[in-house]
């Protein structure tokens, strides 16, 4: 067990972080094949991602939260030793949920301006 800050963390709490991934995904409002193009992987693995049914290995983790403006760690959620006060780091925080979103309709509004039909670098 690794102490730190009183807390003893045992491991990775799997179904917490699946979990974790799903809201922060579900807030960030892209679509399963907007992600999907984006790290170059079909729309069934980001749906299994999206619905809690599994994770993405580490690299994909990586690439997601590149793509959403977070740190990996935000997705991450670890499992306490049951005698540890509390818990640390709870799952999808306000904070980090309002983030992903700001984020989001930032990067729809670059694609509006450059699908625009106006637009000469539009495709």
């Excluded at 799997?14 to 679509?31: D, F, H, K, P, Y």
């Amino acid at each position: 067990m690794m102490e730190k800050f009183g807390y003893s963390y045992i491991g990775l709490d799997v179904s917490a972080t699946q979990r974790n991934v799903a809201a922060l995904i579900e807030a960030s409002g892209l679509s399963d094949k907007d992600i999907g193009e984006y790290l170059g992987l079909s729309v069934q693995s980001i749906n299994k991602w999206r619905h809690a049914r599994c994770l993405p290995d580490i690299e994909n983790l990586f690439l997601l939260s590149r793509i959403l403006g977070l740190r990996v760690d935000d997705f991450l959620v670890p499992a306490i030793d049951p005698g540890s006060k509390g818990n640390p780091k709870p799952e999808a925080d306000h904070h980090t949920i309002s983030r992903v979103r700001r984020l989001s309709a930032y990067y729809n509004g670059i694609r509006m301006i450059l699908n625009h039909p106006f637009n000469d670098r539009a495709a």
